[in-house]
């Protein structure tokens, strides 16, 4: 009996500690499936999508990146237009002022600077305004002759139309030889002033003496006395 006991506590104690192996082994598998289910939990959070929230702070992101960047392209585009207006207007001024086209020997090779070229500009406005000046003054000048023309092809008409109207009047009452002697005084007169008071030892000074004499001896009440004066001899020698 007592060894049916001992066999029986035995077999007890081999049911025991199969029941305990069997409940280890159980509570080890699941802490298994615990722990890779808590592993592909985490990795499947990790691969879950961004929220809303996060997907508009990303989006706004890149809109001020995309908006910075095309704020830049466009200054760059314009500051490349404004540098190609000014290389542009440089070379129309080098093609349309002459003198930045005659360079010398020395720098003929060399590019002209932006100064130097400015400053041909401004000597070549200049010379155009001075040329401008000129011209206008020939112009009035020459308006004046125009004007003058006028008056003398007025009066040469009138002298015609009077010969035409009566011409027999006046004819072969004065003769070419009183006529001439007329002529003669008047220039004897004003050669000899002129011979006073005209140097001819320089160009500079018979110009200064022509326009002093002009001046002095050619004005119209001169003339007009000395006319009457030659008239008056003339008159004394015939009569």
Not at 18 to 37: D, P, T
Not at 160 to 172: I, L, M, S, T
Not at 173 to 191: A, H, P, R, T, Y
Request: hydrophobic share 30%; proline share 2%.
């Amino acid at each position: 009996m007592s060894g049916r006991a001992e066999d029986g506590g035995a077999a007890g104690r081999r049911r025991r500690g199969l029941v305990g192996e069997a409940l280890f082994m159980e509570n080890a598998r699941k802490g298994s499936i615990v722990s890779r289910a808590n592993s592909i939990g985490s990795t499947s959070a990790s691969s879950v999508p961004n929220t809303d929230d996060e997907d508009s702070d990303y989006h706004q992101e890149s809109c001020k990146e995309s908006y910075k960047d095309q704020r830049r392209r466009a200054h760059t585009q314009a500051e490349q237009k404004r540098r190609d207006a000014i290389k542009k207007g440089y070379n129309d001024l080098q093609a349309i002022v002459p003198t930045c086209e005659q360079q010398d020997f020395s720098i003929s090779s060399q590019k002209l600077s932006k100064a130097i070229v400015l400053q041909k500009t401004i000597d070549y406005i200049q010379f155009l305004h001075k040329e401008k000046k000129k011209q206008e003054e020939e112009v009035s000048t020459l308006r004046k002759d125009v004007l003058a023309l006028k008056i003398m092809k007025v009066n040469y008409e009138q002298i015609v139309k009077a010969h035409q109207d009566n011409p027999n009047e006046g004819k072969n009452q004065i003769s070419d030889e009183v006529k001439f002697n007329v002529f003669q005084g008047i220039m004897d007169s004003l050669f000899q002033s002129f011979n006073a008071s005209v140097s001819v030892t320089s160009f500079q000074e018979l110009s200064a003496c022509v326009f002093s004499w002009i001046e002095e001896h050619c004005k119209p009440q001169t003339l007009r006395d000395v006319v009457i004066g030659v008239l008056h001899k003339v008159k004394s020698q015939l009569y």
